[in-house]
């Protein structure tokens, strides 16, 4: 039994030393990001009621969750998705807000995966939320920021891929077909099933012409000229105007200077059925799931009492390290510089010395020698570590060793003399 609990459950895993600081490291420039676009920190609770996830707000199946219930036997859900939790949030607390909000978070997410997926239960995801504005540059700030996250995190080569569900949906209103139709065409046409689409549509009555788009739907996916391609493929006015705003968000973009790294599919169809516009994806090699995901979702928060539009994304920030990995993208951390050991009786002067290079914004940790143990045991130990240095006071300390990882040499010196080669003898207010 006390073997078992080393172990972690099914679909998560610890994440520690090395692996741990260049996570934390890559949100933080990520975050840094959002900042710098004016975004603020918003932190929702890791578990909430069952129905801000429910089926008409567009997030998991109810299978997929993980539930439990409180004292008074309401159902609670570890939250699968964020965009719900800061609707309810922004409702809650903005309802008379007419300007934008700008919002941005760091979380963990949680989805039952089937295990044969080999998909993480447990997700830290991090984006932004823009809310109160339903311009194209709106969704053209939304490509510009995961750009930029993306390539402030490291990677170099990815692409952003854009859809617009509004194009399918005014093609599906004018076929007249039924919901669980809909959504049969809309998995087929997701997946690229050419031959599945084709057999779902002879048994649909609609116009040859009609049959025809969504025929082409999964071969539409390409730069802006492909997009450009389908709109002279139907008349109906919804799937015109989608058109007409990938084409704008184009334009914005090419003025960020940032047109390069879009293309367009409109074939990408997402799962939520809360969005009502622009959808988007990021990918890179390396890794065979999204970094990213987001889109437009106009009518999510008036399922909270808030009738205002809103879009965003989240990063998923496993696959992002996996990709960074995989491509062998060095990703710099502020290691452990030196190691301070001391005997009892410098502890003083090891304190002081301590102090003086963790004011020089150095990590520095401070080991007091146990009696009996070597001083190469702890050589030993920042090698294991990666520690560049290590510092040894002696008696009242005035001598001190150091080991050099570079060299591997340990030496002896007056400790006076260190001091005074490093700069700590010069210490504001005096050393002794």
Not at 128 to 148: F, P, Q, R, T
């Amino acid at each position: 039994m006390g073997k078992q609990l080393l172990h972690t459950p099914e679909g998560v895993r610890d994440i520690y030393a090395e692996e741990c600081a260049r996570k934390l490291a890559v949100q933080n420039r990520i975050r840094d990001v959002f900042h710098r676009y004016g975004y603020r920190d918003i932190e929702t609770p890791t578990f909430e009621f069952f129905d801000i996830f429910k089926k008409e707000r567009g997030s998991a199946g109810t299978r997929e969750m993980y539930k439990l219930f409180d004292r008074e036997n309401n159902t609670l859900v570890l939250r699968p998705d964020m965009t719900p939790s800061i609707a309810r949030c922004v409702a809650k607390y903005f309802m008379d807000e007419t300007g934008p909000l700008r919002l941005c978070y760091l979380a963990q997410t949680f989805l039952h995966s089937a295990s044969y997926q080999g998909r993480s239960n447990e997700s830290t995801q991090t984006g932004v939320e823009l809310i109160g504005d339903d311009s194209s540059d709106g969704d053209a700030e939304m490509i510009a920021l995961v750009i930029d996250a993306l390539q402030v995190s490291g990677l170099k080569e990815f692409q952003v891929e854009l859809g617009q569900v509004e194009f399918y949906r005014g093609l599906v209103e004018e076929s007249g077909m039924d919901e669980e139709t809909q959504e049969k065409l809309r998995k087929l046409i997701e997946s690229k099933n050419y031959f599945g689409v084709e057999e779902l549509l002879t048994e649909q009555t609609m116009p040859e012409k009609l049959k025809q788009v969504f025929l082409k739907l999964p071969e539409l996916f390409g730069d802006i000229e492909q997009i450009r391609f389908a709109r002279g493929m139907t008349d109906n006015l919804r799937a015109l105007r989608a058109i007409d705003r990938l084409e704008r968000v184009q334009e914005i973009l090419d003025g960020y200077g940032l047109g390069d790294y879009v293309s367009y599919d409109l074939g990408m169809l997402s799962k939520y059925s809360y969005y009502t516009g622009i959808i988007f994806k990021a990918y890179t090699y390396g890794t065979g799931e999204y970094l990213v995901t987001g889109g437009r979702y106009d009518k999510l928060l008036v399922q909270f009492g808030k009738d205002t539009p809103a879009v965003g994304f989240a990063i998923v920030v496993g696959q992002l390290m996996l990709a960074l990995s995989r491509q062998k993208i060095d990703i710099e951390i502020e290691q452990v510089k030196r190691i301070v050991l001391y005997e009892s009786g410098a502890r003083e002067m090891a304190i002081r010395l301590a102090k003086y290079f963790r004011g020089a914004g150095e990590n520095i940790q401070l080991i007091r020698k146990p009696a009996g143990q070597s001083v190469l045991d702890y050589v030993s130990y920042a090698r294991r570590n990666q520690v560049g240095q290590l510092l040894y006071l002696t008696g009242e300390g005035g001598q001190t060793a150091w080991y050099q990882a570079e060299s591997g040499e340990v030496k002896m010196r007056r400790t006076e003399e260190f001091l005074k080669d490093t700069g700590a003898d010069k210490q504001k207010g005096g050393w002794r």
